[in-house]
């Protein structure tokens, strides 16, 4: 049973799931934009989805929003604009709210980035992937390499001053010289923040239907630690598998996540989870998942696709899914507060882990070691409820 002092932070996660083309790698919800976007009746079933919501997290603040996608940069800047002011009369939100949109070079240009801080974005994640036309060419992204410069130039030229850009290694043809090229153009960009992830050949995707050739996990592994290094001597910390900061400018969203914390979520298919110490229950909730789905049901009961009640194993596996890809790891004390359960419940599993020296204990802090970052699917399997 749960026992949760308090409920923990909340975010407010908005997902726009439109797309100029899919990405063979691409497993999340987006949908190619062949008949235009609904943009305006889009934002009115939004709203009418987080109205629908607001009994659940009523006399709470929202610490972060990120609005994700699909490519959230397709929706104008008076789009944005409006999104954000009918969630502002809504919800509270913390006066330093992190406020986050996504964006891919090919869809936005000064104006545009003028325009989204105009409306209250103060954090930009651009989808740059690679900065090497071939590259791109491989993995099927719309933009060019110069395009993606142009666009961080401008999204800096608009006064942003905290941008992640999100590059991926283990590209179909990608060496290491090549991926290391990547992180040298990224961060002569002056980004505070760089995402920069494995290539994962996903079910229900072009590349899992027609695997690319890649490089050897081995290999996979040596160019993950040259960039780690790399990454380090330009000034950013990586505090969690694949991000990495300058100045301390975390996410401080997907930390929330990482943390346990809670989100509402609200678009086509987009997940919440949300905690209630008065009833001790975790809840996570997805909304329904095609577009049209969405906008049909949108004012509805029917827009919530699925519904379910964590049970204690889930909370622990969930739980450690997130805290273990942090470099810092979790105390005794976190562990607690974000699932209302004893540490004494996991102490058999941490203790396994650390002989086989997957898991690492320094007072009460636990984290993942060099080999359990590595080999993580593993390292979590000790936590399945048949395992523990």
């Known amino acids: 049973m749960l026992n949760l002092a308090a409920t923990p932070p909340l975010s407010l996660y908005i997902h726009i799931p439109w797309c100029v083309r899919k990405c063979p790698y691409c497993d999340f919800n987006s ?20 109205e629908q919501d607001l009994p659940y997290i009523w006399g709470r603040t929202i610490e972060t929003v990120f609005i994700g996608g699909g490519t959230p940069s397709l929706f104008s800047p008076e789009g944005i ?27 936005v240009d000064q104006a545009r980035f003028n325009g989204f801080r105009d409306a209250g974005i103060n954090r930009l ?16 992204r719309i933009h060019t390499d110069n395009e993606a410069v142009i666009a ?18 283990g590209l179909p043809g990608q060496s290491t010289k090549q991926a290391l090229k990547d992180l040298r ?5 002056a980004p505070s923040h760089i995402s920069w992830y494995e290539l994962t050949i996903e079910p229900n995707t072009w ?26 001597s330009m000034g950013f910390e990586r505090y969690e598998t694949s991000a990495y900061a300058r100045n301390s400018q975390q996410c401080r969203h997907n930390l929330n996540y ?12 987009a997940h919440g989870k949300i905690s209630d110490a008065a009833i001790q229950e975790i809840t996570r909730v997805s909304k329904a998942k095609h577009p049209r789905t969405y906008l049909e049901t949108a004012h509805s009961t029917q827009r919530i696709s699925t519904t379910s009640r964590l049970s204690v194993d889930d909370v622990v596996m969930e739980f450690a899914m997130n805290a273990l890809r942090l ?15 004893p540490y004494a419940l996991i102490e058999a599993i941490v203790n396994n882990g650390v002989v086989d020296g997957m898991l690492s204990i320094d007072n009460d802090t636990i984290r993942a070691t060099p080999w359990g970052q590595r080999y993580l699917n593993e390292l979590l399997q000790h936590w399945m409820p048949e395992n523990a």
């Open 258 to 269: 990482w943390q346990f914390g809670d989100y509402l979520g609200i678009g086509a298919g």
């Open 327 to 341: 470099d810092h790891g979790f105390s005794h004390a976190t562990f607690t507060a974000a699932t209302g359960l």
């Open 125 to 140: 994640s651009i989808g740059v992937q690679s900065f090497q036309p071939e590259l791109l060419q491989n993995i099927g």
């Open 31 to 50: 949908h190619e934009a062949r008949e235009g976007i609904p943009e305006d009746a889009y934002i009115t079933a939004l709203i009418a989805d987080l």
């Open 185 to 189: 153009t990224a961060t002569a960009l």
């Open 207 to 232: 590349f899992h239907r027609h695997p690319p050739e890649r490089a050897a996990d081995d290999a996979l592994w040596d160019i993950q630690q040259a960039g780690h290094t790399l990454l380090g």
């Open 152 to 169: 961080v130039e401008a999204a800096h030229h608009a006064g942003f001053d905290n941008i992640n850009l999100d590059l991926m290694f």
């Open 81 to 107: 604009d409006h999104l954000l002011g009918d969630v502002r009369a809504r919800l509270q939100l913390k006066p330093d709210a992190e406020i986050t949109l996504e964006a891919n070079p090919g869809t």
